[in-house]
């Protein structure tokens, strides 16, 4: 649920990285948060545990510049991807404006990144939100490793409706503005939509 | 207004009515600073000592810290828990959720006192709640308004594009 402040001229997003355990949300962020002009972003908070595991999220504030005399802004998150944070993810997907599905490509964890998907699709419909219905991309994270599975079984198996996807190594960064890109834009597009209906 | 996916919107009068009651607040309660938050963690506004503070973070853990509280309220079976306090060495932290929909921050230190706190928030958080249901019906009728536009209507591509460059 996007905040448009007439008062201030401003628009927030809530952009949320989702994905099993490890599988490179944090870096995600790391990586925007890296590089990205000072001027720009706010501080990258992580409640993480003490060997750098997500324990509730990861934000970090990111202003885009002006849309039509509004500022933009976005507060991405991530979840916690560990299976038994399940009521964690659940609270950090409300009032979310659009979501990545950070997809591990190393082969024995394909089957982490379909629950994962599932344990998404669950949480989102008991916030009353679709997932078909709300801005989405998926990305396929960890490319440069030798043990990953093609980008056509996974595409089967995670995206087969056909949402934008991207190709990424977020340590090097690779692919990892072109997701936040295409779900920024996808969500200012809902934002034009919804001012039409 | 807080429906699950519209936006929240804010208009000038009342943010105005807002600020006129949470700077009020500010010099009854003897508080440093005190902000608004909705729940997903988008500050509302801000008044008070904020200049050294990051109010953007502030406002996203406060959000997780009630959804987490909240979290745990409905494993006792309780709605929710309408007020947290945390006591620092100097600095306290009041948070409240007024009528289900916002959380009410409130920084003080040892010039007021909770009793000073609790009590001046009671009166606050009434005046708020009326506001923001004000809010809420006020958005209701703009976008039910079969002229309604919203101001992204007429966004184009190359404005979305351009934000990236």
């Known amino acids: 649920m996007s905040f448009i402040n007439y008062a201030s001229r401003e628009i927030n997003c809530k952009i949320v990285y989702y994905g099993p355990g490890l599988c490179g949300k944090t870096t995600n962020l790391q990586y925007v948060y890296q590089k990205t002009a000072p001027d720009a972003k706010g501080k990258m908070i992580s409640l993480a545990t003490e060997t750098e595991r997500t324990l509730f999220f990861d934000f970090l504030p990111l202003a885009l510049g002006e849309i039509r005399g509004f500022k933009t802004r976005f507060h991405l998150y991530t979840v916690p991807g560990q299976v038994f944070y399940d009521a964690s993810r659940k609270l950090i997907l409300k009032g979310v404006d659009g979501v990545v599905f950070v997809a591990d490509s190393q082969e024995e964890r394909l089957d982490a990144n379909i629950e994962s998907l599932e344990n998404l699709k669950i949480n989102l419909e008991e916030q009353g939100y679709q997932l078909e219905k709300l801005p989405f991309i998926m990305q396929y994270n960890k490319r440069d490793l030798p043990n990953v599975s093609s980008v056509d079984e996974m595409r089967t198996l995670l995206n087969p409706s056909g949402v934008p996807e991207f190709e990424a190594c977020a340590t090097t960064g690779e692919g990892v503005f072109e997701t936040l890109k295409a779900v920024a834009k996808q969500i200012l597009v809902d934002l034009k939509k919804g001012g039409a209906g | ?165």
Request: aromatic share 8%; hydrophobic share 40%; glycine share 6%.
């Open chain 2, 1 to 165: 207004m807080f429906g699950s996916n519209s936006s929240f919107v804010m208009y000038d009068e009342e943010f105005k009515r807002i600020n006129i009651v949470i700077e009020k607040l500010l010099r009854e309660a003897n508080a440093k600073v005190i902000f608004l938050v909705d729940k997903n963690g988008q500050l509302i506004s801000s008044v008070g000592e904020t200049e050294h503070l990051d109010t953007t973070s502030l406002a996203s853990l406060t959000a997780g810290n009630i959804a987490a509280t909240g979290g745990l309220a409905k494993l006792l079976g309780e709605k929710e828990f309408s007020i947290l306090f945390h006591e620092g060495e100097k600095d306290n932290l009041h948070i409240s959720i007024i009528a289900s929909r916002v959380i009410l921050v409130v920084i003080f230190d040892n010039r007021s006192s909770l009793g000073l706190v609790r009590l001046r928030v009671k009166k606050a958080s009434d005046e708020l709640g009326t506001i923001f249901e004000d809010l809420a019906k006020k958005s209701e009728e703009i976008q039910k308004d079969d002229n309604y536009q919203s101001p992204f209507a007429e966004i184009t591509d190359d404005d979305i594009d351009n934000l990236f460059n």
